[in-house]
């Protein structure tokens, strides 16, 4: 258990929809990172948040968005949905100064767009 | 634009031989690296890291090489056991000190024969 939670674990919706996708961070995580993983693919990075403020982006579409709240938690906002987008999201956090870089990720959630 | 590449999909090994998975990075400013594990429904874990002012890095039965001439990393597993079975992403991340996003391969899959 990585201590990172994300939920919902599955979902399925269909072409043109929004759905929101939750994380938990590990209790003092102040970083949290969503990363998108499509069929065959590599985990591609979306977005940074660290303590509320947004720090970087990555290959995140228009339709996308995200967001860290003063509890640390963070949602991912999916809207106009495409086929395409049909993904393992994952939410990873890391410690405040961590020098190694290591992230601990989430179960993800798997989004099926019909 | 892969800035790391895994080039091979799968490997198939057996019980007790090595495992040798390969990396390969193209954006000289990364100076950490990281080898990840992932199971089914699981979201990756990490495995072993390496900075760049090393050449090899040891935990156990895995050992992590690094090339900084041929940018090329490599993660040897000896001996390779059936729960090693599972997909390794290679990351890299550029800066130090505060954790940043980790740019990742498109993973291996590992299968270990017993």
């Known amino acids: 258990d990585s201590g990172v939670t994300q939920t919902p674990k599955h979902l399925i919706t269909a072409t043109g929809q929004r759905v929101t996708l939750r994380c938990s961070p590990r209790s003092g995580d102040l970083s949290v990172y969503w990363y998108q993983q499509s069929l065959d693919q590599g985990l591609q990075f979306l977005i940074q948040y660290y303590n509320g403020e947004e720090r970087a982006k990555g290959n995140i579409l228009e339709r996308f968005s995200a967001q860290q709240f003063p509890d640390l938690h963070s949602e991912l906002n999916l809207s106009s949905l495409e086929l395409g987008d049909s993904a393992l999201y994952f939410c990873?956090?890391?410690?405040?100064?961590?020098?190694?870089?290591?992230?601990?990720f989430g179960e993800g959630s798997r989004l099926t767009v019909l | 634009d892969q800035q790391v590449k895994q080039n091979s999909p799968s490997l198939s090994v057996q019980e007790g031989r090595i495992s040798i998975l390969n990396c390969d990075y193209t954006n000289s400013m990364f100076d950490y690296f990281l080898w990840y594990k992932k199971y089914p429904a699981e979201g990756p874990t990490f495995l072993i890291s390496?900075?760049?002012?090393?050449d090899k890095n040891e935990d156990g039965r895995f050992t992590v090489f690094l090339n900084k001439s041929a940018k090329h990393l490599s993660l040897h597993i000896v001996p390779s056991q059936p729960g090693d079975s599972a997909v390794y992403f290679c990351a890299a991340k550029r800066g130090s000190g505060s954790a940043r996003q980790l740019t990742f391969g498109s993973g291996t899959q590992l299968t270990v024969l017993p």
């Open positions: 390496i900075s760049s002012i090393k």
């Open positions: 990873a956090s890391s410690v405040r100064a961590g020098a190694t870089g290591e992230l601990f």
